[in-house]
């Protein structure tokens, strides 16, 4: 864990400051939930907060509280610039380094002068000012949640902030079963709960928003699926022809490579999708167990994330990306065959 500089920071905030919040490039539910999390908290102490994405994030997040309010960096640029304009301290939550918001926002953010606050729970964190960022934490909401603790205001929790901070904490856990999730986890769920975060209808919204087209393209998606036994490996492929066919909208994929995962004596999920607006192969790696995608993504796809979880890309076509990484399981037999011991 780092803890960098908390004291100052502390002090800072003492006064009303104009405050920036900004999340990962295709926001998932940790980084809506945290930084809307983190603005009505600070809007409840005074500052004036603005929220800004890289870019749009999927339809099964609209509904959280303050969603209305996030300016989009692709599309909402001169509300963006003008809100970087004014700002005293921007926070970024939820990601590592400048290159996780994409290229046009990284640029802007460089010119910057102001200080940095990271709050984060990937491995391997570039160097802000101030810094809080723990690897063992299931979530940057659970951070969050600890950060306001810190701040000696947990008695300012309300249900706001405490739903915002239940569904990020949900959806980085998987609904509270992967490794990451402690009982520590579990004690500040309870707390939202008690604050007012209305569980049963977060889960309902979060996972029963599914469209036809959706579950159509999942059919799809497991019907390319590929298994590995050898290496207790399986992989799923989704073609731009296939997102076109089922009508996609941005998170329908969302998910999608926790089926590779859960067929019985896989340890290595992976996905392979078809970005044509970017140019790209994007990855999604997932593993139980010991085996690190954090640093295969690393090594080979120009990612990172977790161990457990993590993200990368490729600029060969998505059958030259499938081909390049089967060839490359051989080199971890061993370390597949062994990563996980059942109970
Ligand atoms: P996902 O597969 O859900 O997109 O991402 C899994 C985890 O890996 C998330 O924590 C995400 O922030 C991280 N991640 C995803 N893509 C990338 C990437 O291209 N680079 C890095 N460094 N991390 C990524
Ligand atoms: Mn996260």
Same mark, same amino acid.
């Given at each position: 864990?780092?803890?960098?500089?908390?004291?100052?920071?502390?002090?800072?905030?003492?006064?009303?400051?104009?405050?920036?919040?900004?999340?990962?490039r295709n926001p998932d539910g940790d980084a809506i939930g945290s930084t809307l999390g983190l603005k009505h908290y600070f809007d409840l102490k005074?500052?004036?907060?603005?929220?800004?994405?890289?870019?749009?994030?999927?339809?099964?997040?609209?509904?959280?509280?303050?969603?209305?309010?996030?300016?989009?960096?692709?599309?909402?640029?001169?509300?963006?610039?003008?809100?970087?304009?004014?700002?005293?301290?921007?926070?970024?939550?939820?990601?590592?380094?400048?290159?996780?918001?994409?290229?046009?926002?990284?640029?802007?953010?460089?010119?910057?002068?102001?200080?940095?606050?990271?709050?984060?729970?990937?491995?391997?964190?570039?160097?802000?000012?101030?810094?809080?960022?723990?690897?063992?934490?299931? !979530? $940057?909401?659970?951070?969050?949640?600890?950060? #306001? =603790?810190?701040?000696? %205001? /947990? &008695?300012?929790? +309300?249900?706001? @902030?405490?739903?915002?901070?239940?569904?990020?904490?949900?959806?980085?856990?998987?609904?509270?079963?992967?490794? !990451? $999730?402690?009982?520590?986890?579990?004690?500040? #769920? =309870?707390?939202?709960? %008690? /604050? &007012?975060?209305? +569980?049963?209808? @977060?889960?309902?919204?979060?996972?029963?928003?599914?469209?036809?087209?959706?579950?159509?393209?999942?059919?799809?998606?497991?019907?390319?699926?590929?298994?590995?036994?050898?290496?207790?490996?399986?992989?799923?492929?989704?073609s731009e022809e296939e997102k076109r066919k089922f009508n996609y909208s941005k998170g329908d994929t969302e998910g999608i490579v926790n089926y590779?995962?859960?067929?019985?004596?896989?340890?290595?999920?992976?996905?392979?999708?078809?970005?044509?607006?970017?140019?790209?192969?994007?990855?999604?790696?997932?593993?139980?167990?010991?085996?690190?995608?954090?640093?295969?993504?690393?090594?080979?796809?120009?990612?990172?994330?977790?161990d457990n979880a993590a993200g990368g890309k490729s600029n060969l076509s998505i059958e030259e990306t499938v081909k390049k990484f089967t060839s490359?399981?051989?080199?971890?037999?061993?370390?597949?065959?062994?990563?996980?011991?059942?109970?």
């Open positions: 864990m780092i803890l960098k500089q908390f004291d100052k920071l502390k002090e800072y905030l003492l006064q009303p400051r104009n405050i920036v919040v900004i999340g990962h005074g500052h004036q907060t603005q929220v800004l994405m890289p870019n749009e994030y999927p339809d099964f997040l609209h509904w959280i509280p303050g969603s209305e309010t996030v300016y989009r960096f692709d599309r909402q640029n001169k509300q963006c610039l003008r809100a970087l304009r004014k700002v005293d301290i921007i926070f970024l939550l939820d990601f590592n380094a400048f290159h996780r918001v994409g290229t046009d926002m990284q640029n802007t953010l460089e010119t910057m002068r102001c200080d940095f606050v990271l709050i984060d729970h990937h491995q391997q964190p570039d160097d802000f000012t101030y810094m809080y960022s723990d690897t063992e934490m299931s !979530s $940057t909401c659970q951070m969050v949640y600890n950060f #306001i =603790a810190k701040m000696g %205001d /947990k &008695g300012m929790i +309300n249900k706001d @902030i405490a739903t915002c901070l239940y569904t990020g904490i949900m959806t980085d856990t998987g609904s509270f079963r992967f490794r !990451s $999730t402690t009982s520590q986890t579990h004690r500040v #769920i =309870a707390d939202l709960i %008690d /604050k &007012g975060a209305a +569980n049963d209808r @977060i889960h309902s919204n979060v996972n029963d928003a599914n469209s036809q087209s959706r579950l159509l393209l999942l059919g799809q998606a497991l019907s390319n699926l590929q298994v590995l036994p050898e290496f207790k490996t399986a992989y799923i492929t989704i590779a995962l859960s067929i019985k004596g896989i340890v290595f999920g992976v996905i392979f999708i078809e970005d044509a607006e970017q140019g790209i192969t994007k990855i999604s790696f997932r593993s139980k167990g010991t085996f690190s995608v954090n640093q295969f993504a690393r090594k080979y796809f120009n990612g990172g994330g977790h490359l399981l051989p080199n971890y037999a061993n370390e597949l065959q062994t990563s996980y011991a059942t109970l």
